[in-house]
């Protein structure tokens, strides 16, 4: 059975996201450093990079109407992982627009316990293995009760040999968010394509 790219891409992250969110609203244990000094490797089709070592990795491939998508899921427990899509074919849609509109209605359908205040699009600069390239921040914004809260999600998009790679990066900015900034660049600073 074929799935649609959205279906089989977003559903975690959104998930991810809102558990992110939530996590902001209960106390609980502080959130262990990325361990960036004792990297772990991934290797896989056409794609490798390091990771801070007690990050878990997670790999589904799945079929849509796109052929094979791979997806690749690094990150740890509480405000911070990353997601990298790596499609058989590139799409002929705006793949990132497309995934930014529906985080979009996801963020405003699924929020019921805090206010969505702002949303919040701005061009940025990333750096994917030593190339600089051009991505989208998207900025989720909500109220919560005692303050207030930013949901940061990183799109970069990198067309290679007929396929698209979309690496996203979701982060909070609550107070441990500036710990988990050496994970994201060791993954952009070792992150290739062969």
């Known amino acids: ?33 990325p361990k960036t000094e004792l990297p772990k490797h991934y ?8 990771y801070p070592g007690n990050w ?18 690094v990150g740890m427990a509480g405000p911070a992982a990353a997601f990298i899509r790596v499609f058989d074919r590139a799409p002929e849609e705006d793949v990132v627009s497309q995934l930014i509109e529906t985080y979009t209605k996801n963020m405003q359908n699924t929020v019921g316990l805090v206010e969505l205040k702002d949303i919040k699009q701005v061009p940025i600069a990333a750096r994917l293995g030593g190339e600089e390239v ?14 207030t809260y930013t949901l940061l999600m990183d799109f970069v998009r990198v067309d290679h040999d007929g396929r ?3 690496l996203q990066m979701l ?24």
Not at 171 to 194: C, G, K, W
């Open 134 to 147: 051009d991505g989208i921040r998207q900025q989720f914004i909500f109220d919560l009760p005692w303050r």
């Open 43 to 50: 290797a896989g089709p056409g794609l490798q990079f390091s």
């Open 1 to 33: 059975m074929r799935r649609s790219l959205l279906f089989v891409t977003v559903g975690l992250s959104v998930t991810l996201a809102l558990a992110t969110l939530t996590g902001c609203a209960t106390p609980g244990p502080t959130v262990e450093d």
């Open 171 to 194: 982060m909070s900015t609550n107070d441990a968010a500036h710990r988990v900034t050496p994970a994201f660049e060791q993954i952009q600073q070792t992150f290739s394509l062969y």
């Open 164 to 166: 698209t790679i979309v």
């Open 56 to 73: 878990r990795l997670k790999e589904q491939v799945s079929s849509t109407e796109h052929g094979e998508v791979r997806m690749i899921t």
